[in-house]
């Protein structure tokens, strides 16, 4: 159960777009359309912005998208707000009832 | 108000116990599967556990296995998680968080409880 591979930072300037990258393997990522990501702002707990690798509950804004290829699943933030700054999490089911984290993605807007 | 609220979280000298609870309300709970997901200071999530919605059927990440254990009474619409032999790393936030019909996402969290293992 090792952890999903996230870049530690990303940065981008109001109104441009960032992708955060999540690298797992053929056991979880790759494996299943299981792949979510969660936004967390400091001291509050995390929320689901995208389910089922591209899905988006109600809500979230559109300016928020996800995908995969292979093993790598992506996060596409469009449009940057200064709220959006946050860290960032996947998180996939790894088989066998288990589910693993990314290690966190740390975006700021410039 | 749909809502999770955790308790039990305090300061616990290594090798003790501490149970922590998740109070539902506002959905049906006895319809939802319920994980534990922990967050040690200034590191990121991990899950820990998963308990179906009726109980009975529960797994653990291998970290956690055999010194944490998932419960919940469907009656009191209340999770549990008991926690022994507790050790500095355990150090922690614990949310516990809504399974989806799948299971394997997270629509709602509670704000969490800070378990401090410390001497």
């Known amino acids: 159960q090792s952890a999903l591979t996230q870049p530690p930072s990303a940065s981008g300037s109001p109104g441009q777009s960032v992708t955060i990258s999540c690298t797992g393997t053929?056991?979880?990522?790759?494996?299943?359309?299981?792949v979510s990501w969660y936004q967390q702002h400091p001291g509050k707990a995390p929320k689901l912005m995208i389910y089922e690798v591209n899905k988006r509950p109600s809500g979230v804004p559109d300016r928020f998208s996800g995908s995969k290829s292979a093993n790598t699943a992506s996060l596409t933030v469009s449009g940057l707000q200064a709220e959006d700054e946050a860290d960032y999490y996947c998180g996939s089911y790894a088989g066998s009832s288990n589910l693993v984290f990314g290690g966190g993605t740390k975006l700021t807007v410039l | 108000q749909v809502q999770l609220v955790e308790s039990g979280g305090g300061v616990v000298q290594p090798g003790r116990s501490l149970r922590l609870s998740c109070a539902a309300s506002g959905f049906t709970f006895s319809s939802s599967a319920m994980h534990w997901v922990r967050q040690a200071p200034g590191k990121g999530l991990e899950w820990m556990t998963v308990i179906s919605n009726d109980g009975n059927y529960e797994n653990y990440a291998d970290s956690v296995k055999d010194r944490f254990t998932i419960s919940r009474d469907n009656s009191e619409n209340t999770l549990y998680l008991q926690v022994n032999s507790l050790r500095a790393e355990d150090t922690a936030i614990y949310y516990c968080?809504?399974?989806?019909?799948?299971?394997?996402?997270?629509?709602?969290w509670g704000r969490g409880t800070l378990v401090t293992v410390s001497s």
């Open positions: 053929s056991s979880d990522v790759g494996g299943y359309n299981y």
């Open positions: 968080a809504r399974g989806t019909n799948n299971w394997w996402y997270f629509d709602l």
